[in-house]
């Protein structure tokens, strides 16, 4: 097969190696690499690591300019240089992964492709040229404008007829970027599902979750060292609420959990101790009645492991999500979750045995909230059933092994259509 001579010239694409989207896709890049499957991860860091001074310092000044015009060139999807150069300019990532490819007549596996990185222009072309695989980690190419759908107050302008219009023109850019794709690899079946329902060949999609590098998080036997590091209670359960992004997301649903806190008795509040940990903009919009500790952002995998190790359970109230990695690097660390029942977000758990499910709704939550902390033997159970299952479900060398083939299935579909 074509595609086995050139999966040894893989180019893994994503803005980042950051953020849960970004982590997932260099995570791949390091378990393929383990399996013999070399390939190159190139993201916006790698791009300008060989660039001189003053290419980099424009390239800054490039960035910046981008981040002014950030909402027309969502809506146009060129980037980065601003709206009034379009496709004028090749862009400077655009230049070097064409080059790339060019050189090595590679495979590219599309991650996370964000604003002021490649232009849908780009991609379509690409793919024509080369076996094109996106690893979906979002809907944002199944949305117009959006990454998630959800209903949100402080976006007004999603009910006007112009954002309408733009949304429906988004859309259909990047229906030509679906179409001319080699393939799809999805972490979950929702997504999987979404894709057929916009028209793709369930022959081009794969469902393989991300994985979890299990040797960095793992049950850690004295968990009260860590709840002594991080300054939490050891007589009182310990409930964690991890973000990425600013607490005020509503898609992250801090709102639902601080509502369905307030629904507890006072009795079962003083049974918990709440820790946030995420960055925030502005605390003083987190309600005076909820009672919480926040910690700082935490970068590093082995303080990751710790801090969910100092954790009795996690809640994930999120709107939206794929496979929120907070829950299975959680699980990963014997870390029971609750989670809402929304979009991807129930194929992260096993049911009642390493987790439980709940509407998104501050009533749902409460219901389940209170059901979990008042059967400290279902939570003794569910951690030792979270890290069963996480050696099961998200086991590197194993999943891997599937990402590789897939890679080279859907590969082989280019080529095949080639000739």
Same mark, same amino acid.
């Given at each position: 097969?074509?595609?086995d001579?050139y999966?040894?010239?893989?180019?893994?694409?994503?803005?980042?190696? @950051?953020?849960?989207a970004?982590?997932?896709?260099?995570?791949w890049s390091?378990?393929?690499?383990?399996?013999?499957?070399?390939?190159?991860?190139? !993201?916006?860091?790698?791009?300008?690591?060989?660039?001189?001074n /003053?290419?980099?310092?424009?390239?800054?000044?490039?960035?910046f300019?981008?981040?002014?015009?950030?909402?027309?060139?969502?809506?146009?999807?060129?980037?980065?240089?601003?709206?009034?150069?379009?496709d004028?300019?090749?862009?400077?990532?655009? %230049?070097?992964?064409?080059?790339l490819?060019?050189?090595? $007549?590679? /495979?590219?596996?599309?991650h #996370?492709? @964000?604003?002021?990185f490649?232009s %849908?222009?780009w991609?379509?072309?690409?793919?024509?040229?080369?076996?094109?695989?996106?690893?979906?980690? !979002?809907?944002?190419?199944?949305?117009?404008?959006?990454?998630?759908?959800?209903?949100s107050?402080?976006?007004k302008?999603?009910?006007?007829?112009?954002?309408?219009?733009?949304? %429906?023109? !988004?859309?259909?850019?990047?229906?030509?970027?679906?179409?001319g794709?080699?393939?799809?690899?999805?972490?979950?079946? #929702?997504?999987?599902?979404l894709?057929?329902n916009?028209?793709?060949?369930?022959?081009?999609?794969r469902?393989i979750p991300?994985?979890?590098?299990?040797?960095l998080?793992?049950p /850690?036997?004295?968990?009260?060292?860590?709840?002594?590091?991080?300054?939490?209670?050891?007589?009182r359960?310990?409930?964690?609420?991890?973000?990425?992004?600013?607490?005020?997301?509503?898609?992250?649903?801090?709102?639902?959990?601080i509502?369905?806190?307030r629904?507890?008795?006072k009795?079962?509040?003083?049974?918990?101790?709440?820790? /946030?940990?995420?960055p925030?903009k502005?605390?003083s919009?987190i309600?005076?009645?909820?009672?919480?500790?926040?910690l700082?952002?935490?970068?590093? !995998?082995l303080?990751m492991?710790?801090?969910? @190790?100092?954790l009795?359970?996690?809640? =994930?109230?999120?709107?939206?999500?794929?496979?929120p990695?907070?829950?299975?690097?959680?699980?990963?660390s014997?870390?029971? =979750?609750?989670?809402?029942? =929304?979009?991807g977000?129930?194929e992260?758990?096993?049911?009642?045995?390493?987790?439980?499910?709940? $509407?998104p709704?501050?009533?749902?939550?409460?219901?389940?909230?209170?059901?979990?902390?008042?059967?400290?033997?279902?939570?003794?159970?569910?951690?030792?059933?979270?890290?069963?299952?996480s050696?099961?479900?998200?086991?590197?060398?194993?999943?891997?092994?599937?990402?590789?083939?897939?890679i080279?299935?859907?590969?082989?579909?280019?080529?095949?259509?080639?000739?």
């Amino acid at each position: 097969m074509r595609s086995d001579i050139y999966m040894k010239n893989l180019i893994i694409v994503s803005k980042s190696r @950051n953020g849960g989207a970004g982590r997932a896709a260099f995570r791949w890049s390091q378990a393929l690499n383990d399996i013999g499957i070399a390939n190159v991860f190139y !993201d916006e860091s790698t791009g300008v690591t060989e660039i001189g001074n /003053i290419q980099s310092r424009v390239y800054k000044i490039v960035k910046f300019i981008n981040r002014i015009c950030l909402v027309v060139t969502r809506l146009s999807g060129h980037t980065p240089f601003g709206p009034f150069t379009f496709d004028l300019i090749p862009t400077f990532h655009e %230049r070097k992964l064409s080059s790339l490819s060019r050189r090595n $007549e590679s /495979i590219l596996n599309l991650h #996370w492709i @964000n604003n002021g990185f490649l232009s %849908r222009k780009w991609m379509s072309r690409i793919q024509s040229t080369y076996p094109t695989i996106w690893t979906m980690h !979002d809907t944002w190419l199944l949305n117009g404008v959006v990454h998630y759908e959800i209903d949100s107050e402080k976006l007004k302008l999603r009910q006007t007829w112009l954002y309408r219009y733009w949304a %429906r023109w !988004d859309s259909r850019s990047k229906m030509k970027i679906i179409s001319g794709a080699s393939g799809f690899i999805s972490p979950t079946n #929702w997504i999987a599902k979404l894709l057929v329902n916009q028209g793709v060949d369930p022959s081009k999609i794969r469902v393989i979750p991300n994985i979890i590098p299990l040797e960095l998080f793992y049950p /850690i036997p004295n968990r009260r060292d860590c709840k002594e590091f991080f300054g939490l209670s050891n007589s009182r359960i310990v409930v964690g609420f991890v973000s990425g992004s600013d607490l005020s997301d509503r898609r992250k649903g801090l709102d639902i959990f601080i509502d369905a806190y307030r629904m507890l008795t006072k009795k079962e509040k003083d049974s918990i101790q709440i820790v /946030i940990l995420g960055p925030s903009k502005d605390w003083s919009q987190i309600s005076e009645d909820f009672d919480y500790k926040t910690l700082v952002q935490i970068s590093n !995998d082995l303080t990751m492991n710790e801090f969910y @190790n100092s954790l009795d359970l996690l809640v =994930v109230p999120s709107r939206a999500d794929n496979l929120p990695q907070t829950a299975t690097e959680a699980q990963s660390s014997g870390c029971p =979750v609750i989670i809402s029942n =929304v979009g991807g977000c129930p194929e992260t758990i096993s049911e009642n045995q390493s987790g439980r499910l709940f $509407e998104p709704t501050p009533l749902s939550l409460t219901s389940i909230l209170r059901k979990t902390i008042h059967d400290p033997e279902w939570l003794l159970a569910a951690r030792k059933k979270s890290f069963e299952y996480s050696r099961l479900a998200w086991n590197p060398e194993a999943l891997a092994k599937q990402y590789k083939v897939a890679i080279r299935e859907l590969s082989d579909n280019f080529y095949s259509n080639c000739n």
